[in-house]
């Protein structure tokens, strides 16, 4: 795996001072699992170039570490170790330019506080959200991106394209900075760190990034693919990445699945006593088991809770899950392990990136759809687009559709009276106004529609959750 560093600040060749390696010199790091090469390609004055070539053994990594349970047999020799960017730079980038990472330079100590033109280049680096992900986590950094994601193969472009991308950051920073952030970053986006996560990852991530991550909009995410989502070392790290915060924002950021918005805190305190989450999703799974469908697709499935149900129904061989958020299908692919899902269970599920607001064919041909606590996130206007989606478009046989029924909320001790349960809903339907909303899409998709409660109903004001079981009406 190759990363090159250049610069053209002037003198160029400058940057051989702040790295401790001389331009006219090729150096060798040994590491643990392999050896690096630090070399020039280019040094003129006008422009220098550093490269770290990074050379791992796989073989000789499964024969160190030995076989592990969830390996597969091949897959632990042929695999991306030896040319996608990973931890294995990182601990190449921290050994090879130790000083430099430290900002001391022992000839031009006052160099390395010097903001300088600096052109990073990762030929391959594995990132499961593409070009979108990467602006995320580097533009808040001050870096223009070039990204240039690679098919799956050439020749059969209708394939779509790979997890591998070539990468370009240009910025004007001090060489440390960026160096740190790379340090950080590389084994974030890899996902597969090459050694144990313990105490110690914490006070590495501590010292390089206590000055730019805490204002890093991905924060909470960065930290923990970091520490490879260990909840308690990610809570011990934001607290003391955000100890001028709140003290409970850290443990909100690296709580279960992600963290909780504000919303969805104040939404699971408010139904926690009554386990009213639970409740919906063992109904919603119950009523798919009763209808004997042998595919169902999850719009909206967040991190997964409603697909690890779906899975343990025998009779579905076909099961999807989309949504809008890659934050959230990464989630749910952790959630759910298919990474070390036997390729049998792992060929019934599929993770979908995509709008509920425009047509998709990859909707279609599904027996069940659901909508789990979904439609009340949508603008009304944008509601329209929706319901076009699912019942003109994807057309499945039923859709099981779940919403907060607006009646209960005065029976919530914490919520103020006119308040919506959770800060991002646009809006929350009487039994009536749903029961209306229901009808319209009935005559005019085709349908009919039962209404289940869901949760301990009030006599007056009707359950805490409504649900509508659409079934299409088959021609005459």
């Known amino acids: 795996m190759l990363l090159t560093i250049a610069t053209t600040h002037n003198p160029a060749t400058d940057i051989g001072f702040l790295l401790e390696k001389h ?20 040094a003129a004055a006008e422009r220098c170039t550093v490269a770290l070539l990074v050379t791992v053994d796989p073989i000789g990594l499964v024969r160190k570490a030995g076989t592990r349970p969830s390996d597969s047999a091949l897959g632990q020799y042929v695999n991306d170790r030896p040319y996608a960017a990973s931890s294995f730079m990182s601990v190449a980038l921290g050994t090879a330019f130790r000083s430099a990472m430290a900002g001391k330079s022992r000839q031009r100590p006052d160099l390395a506080a010097i903001p300088i033109p600096l052109d990073v280049f990762l030929p391959v680096v594995a990132c499961q959200g593409g070009e979108a992900r990467l602006l995320q986590l580097f533009e808040p950094l001050g870096y223009e991106l070039e ?34 952030q790379l340090y950080v970053l590389i084994p974030v986006l890899d996902n597969h760190k090459h050694y144990w996560v313990g105490e110690a990852e914490v006070d590495k991530l501590l010292r390089h990034a206590t000055e730019w991550l805490p204002q890093h909009p991905m924060k909470g995410w960065i930290v923990q693919r970091y520490l490879k989502h260990r909840r308690n070392l990610a809570c011990e790290a934001l607290a003391q990445l955000l100890r001028k915060e709140e003290p409970d924002t850290a443990a909100k950021e690296a709580a279960g699945d992600g ?31 009763a209808l004997g469908v042998e595919s169902v697709i999850d719009l909206g499935c967040g991190e997964g809770r409603l697909l ?16 809008v958020s890659l934050r959230c299908l990464e989630h749910a692919e952790q959630r759910l392990q298919l990474e070390r899902m036997p390729e049998r269970e792992r060929s019934r599920i599929q993770l979908l990136h995509g709008s509920l607001l425009y047509q998709d064919r990859r909707l ?17 206007p944008r509601l329209a687009a929706l319901e076009r989606v699912v019942f003109e478009q994807a057309r499945p046989r039923f859709v099981v559709l779940t919403t907060p029924n607006r009646e209960y909320n005065v029976k919530f001790a914490g919520l103020p009276p006119g308040s919506l349960r959770h800060t991002d809903h646009r809006f929350e339907w009487t039994r009536a106004e749903f029961g209306a909303w229901c009808a319209r899409q009935c005559e005019r998709f085709g349908y009919q529609v039962e209404h289940h409660p869901v949760g301990e109903a009030d006599p007056e004001l009707g359950p805490p959750t409504q649900l509508a079981l659409f079934s299409r009406v088959s021609p005459c």
Not at 267 to 282: D, G, H, I, K, Y
Not at 364 to 380: N, R, T
Request: proline share 7%; aromatic share 6%.
């Open 23 to 42: 331009p006219a010199k090729l150096h060798q790091v040994e590491l643990s699992a392999g050896n690096a090469l630090v070399f020039y390609p280019e």
């Open 147 to 180: 990204v240039k994601q690679a098919p799956l193969d050439e020749r059969f472009p209708e394939w779509g394209l790979s997890p591998y991308c070539s990468l370009r950051l240009k910025t004007v920073a001090c060489l440390k900075d960026v160096l740190r």
């Open 259 to 289: 963290g909780l918005s504000p919303g969805e805190a104040r939404e699971a305190a408010l139904e926690q006593p009554l386990s009213r989450n639970e409740r919906r999703l063992a109904r919603v799974t119950e009523l798919i088991t």
């Open 308 to 323: 690890a149900r779906l899975l343990e129904i025998r009779g579905l061989v076909r099961i999807a899950g989309m949504d």
């Open 364 to 380: 279609a041909g599904f027996d069940a759809a659901c909508l789990v606590e979904v439609v009340e996130h949508l603008d009304p």
